[in-house]
């Protein structure tokens, strides 16, 4: 069992770019030929490996990473470019794009507001025409049911005076005859 113990600052990541540097071979050769195990100890320039006291589980080593040199860090820093100098005119010219496309998003906005507000109009305008249609079919329909009860009543009361005048023509009649029977019988 291999253990690797870290005493730097740099952080896990530079940890593990080293650790790929050393092969998984030399590591398993030097815990089984440790003549050979003298070679690959300290040949890393940022890295010292110390093996710690035998263990019956194993073979255990300490991975020291030395302080990058302030040579290693000037490689490693990226410079900016150049800031070029901006004149008068070209924030002039910024400034009125800027304006520009403030310009045209607003006009986009009072567009689109725009549009909203006449597609709420036609909606309402749509819902109040259908509202007066309904209501004129409706109020068409009742005049037609009333005008088609005014007529059924009528013809009802037609019918009715008419019974009522047969009835009394019979009523007539019956006392007619009986006035004739009772003249004959007198």
Same mark, same amino acid.
């Given at each position: 069992?291999?253990?690797?113990?870290?005493?730097?600052?740099?952080?896990?990541?530079?940890?593990?770019?080293?650790?790929? $540097?050393?092969?998984?071979?030399?590591?398993?050769?030097? @815990?089984? /030929? #440790? $003549?050979?195990?003298?070679n690959? *100890?300290? =040949?890393?320039? =940022?890295?010292?490996?110390?093996?710690?006291?035998?263990?019956?589980?194993?073979?255990?080593?300490?991975?020291?990473? !030395?302080?990058?040199?302030?040579?290693?860090?000037?490689?490693? @820093?990226i410079?900016? #470019?150049?800031?070029?100098?901006?004149s008068l005119? =070209?924030?002039?010219? !910024?400034?009125?794009?800027?304006?520009?496309?403030?310009? @045209?998003?607003?006009?986009h906005?009072?567009?689109?507001?725009? +549009?909203?507000? %006449?597609? &709420?109009?036609?909606?309402?305008?749509?819902?109040?025409? $259908?509202?007066?249609?309904?209501?004129?079919?409706? %109020?068409?329909?009742?005049?037609? !049911?009333?005008?088609?009860? $005014? +007529?059924?009543?009528?013809? /009802?009361?037609?019918? *009715?005076? %008419?019974?009522?005048? &047969?009835?009394? !023509?019979?009523?007539? &009649?019956?006392r007619?005859?009986?006035?004739?029977?009772?003249?004959?019988?007198?």
């Open positions: 069992m291999l253990i690797f113990t870290s005493k730097t600052s740099r952080g896990s990541r530079t940890y593990k770019e080293k650790m790929k $540097e050393i092969s998984v071979l030399s590591l398993i050769c030097s @815990c089984l /030929y #440790p $003549e050979s195990r003298k690959i *100890m300290g =040949d890393y320039e =940022d890295m010292d490996i110390k093996p710690i006291n035998k263990r019956a589980s194993g073979q255990a080593f300490e991975v020291i990473l !030395k302080p990058t040199s302030p040579v290693s860090e000037v490689a490693h @820093c410079t900016s #470019p150049p800031k070029r100098d901006i005119e =070209d924030i002039q010219k !910024k400034l009125e794009a800027a304006e520009d496309r403030r310009r @045209c998003q607003e006009a906005v009072l567009q689109t507001l725009a +549009e909203k507000r %006449e597609h &709420e109009r036609d909606v309402l305008m749509k819902a109040m025409e $259908e509202n007066s249609n309904f209501s004129r079919m409706a %109020e068409e329909k009742l005049q037609m !049911k009333m005008e088609q009860i $005014e +007529e059924n009543r009528m013809a /009802y009361l037609a019918a *009715m005076m %008419e019974r009522l005048q &047969e009835k009394e !023509k019979h009523a007539q &009649e019956v007619r005859n009986k006035e004739l029977r009772e003249a004959l019988t007198a």
